[in-house]
């Protein structure tokens, strides 16, 4: 029994020496006022700030959670934030308009946010990464395009902060959301409405020339230009061709295909990976960012 004491001190001060040492996940952080408008924060071990990775969630900008798991990254000394945001349904009760507005520039927000606690967080605020699926990817690729929301006048310190990102690396992404251009590339395309708070892509196209300014501000292609970020694309599915209808044409590799010809344009480096062009380094966003970020 003599032995007993002496050994649990031992075992409860290396719990906590180990647990002191292992940085410290952040829950539920709030970066606006609504419910939504919270991220977290897995911080990876490290004596110098750390790139990061910026999760957005897919949904259809309806549904759809933070949760991740952020071990790959972790392991590679890269942080991760993960955020919710309004969904188009919020922006609809709030009177956003459109509605998208509510959810893209909530992770602009959030982006912002997330610059404003490098140096508590211990980050590295030029390299940011941003990635998701579907309406995440939509997302990640609006901030990479969109020229900085930033305003330097700004009495809020958080609203100073850039919203530019160092990369992003996206999967089954829409990259515009013009009906018209949507059908040329894909005769049986039919989604996007619900972000003009439209009932079907129907009343989009009956409608597209008054939502036209709108269309234009929230379709990421809309606003490439020669100083975006490298970019990553990854798509599943069928083999796109331009001008078929394929079944999921909602994530569709057709539209990655289109994305790529207008970056290629304007020489931003662009990698597009499909089931007919596969990449001998990159299988995956996740091996992507830790590539691309720790250059």
């Known amino acids: 029994m003599k032995r007993i004491v002496p050994l649990i001190a031992l075992f409860f001060f290396v719990a906590q020496h180990s647990s002191a040492d292992e940085p410290q996940q952040l829950m539920d952080v709030a970066y606006g006022t609504h419910p939504r408008q919270v991220l977290d924060f897995y911080p990876a071990k490290s004596d110098k700030p750390t790139p990061v990775v910026f999760y957005i969630h897919g949904g259809g900008w309806r549904g759809g959670d933070k ?3 952020p071990k790959a990254f972790l392991d590679k000394g890269i942080s991760v934030v993960a955020i919710n945001y309004r969904y188009v349904q919020n922006g609809v009760e709030e009177k956003v308009e459109p509605p998208v507005k509510a959810p893209l520039h909530d992770a602009a927000r959030a ?58 690396a996206v999967n089954g992404a829409q990259v515009s959301l013009d009906p018209k251009e949507l059908r040329e590339w894909m005769p049986n395309y039919g989604y996007g409405a619900h972000a003009f708070g439209l009932p079907n892509f129907q009343s989009l196209i009956d409608n ?24 990553a694309m990854f798509y599943s599915g069928e083999v796109p061709v331009v001008g078929s209808s394929p079944k999921d044409p909602t994530h569709s ?18 990698v597009l990976v499909h089931p007919d062009r596969p990449h001998p380094m990159y299988k995956s966003s996740t091996d992507y960012l830790i590539d691309r970020l720790r250059k």
């Open 208 to 231: 597209r020339e008054e939502v036209l300014k709108w269309i234009k501000e929230y379709s990421p292609i809309e606003h490439v230009s020669k100083d975006d970020p490298p970019i």
């Open 253 to 270: 590799g057709i539209m990655g295909v289109k994305l790529e010809e207008r970056l290629n344009a304007l020489d931003i480096d662009v």
């Open 67 to 69: 949760k991740t798991n």
């Open 111 to 168: 982006l912002q946010f997330v610059r404003s606690k490098a140096t508590e967080w211990n980050l590295d605020k030029t390299r940011i990464g941003a990635t998701g699926g579907s309406a995440g990817a939509c997302s990640s690729l609006w901030l990479a395009f969109h020229d900085d929301l930033a305003d330097p006048q700004s009495d809020d310190p958080i609203a100073r902060e850039s919203t530019r990102l160092y990369c992003a």
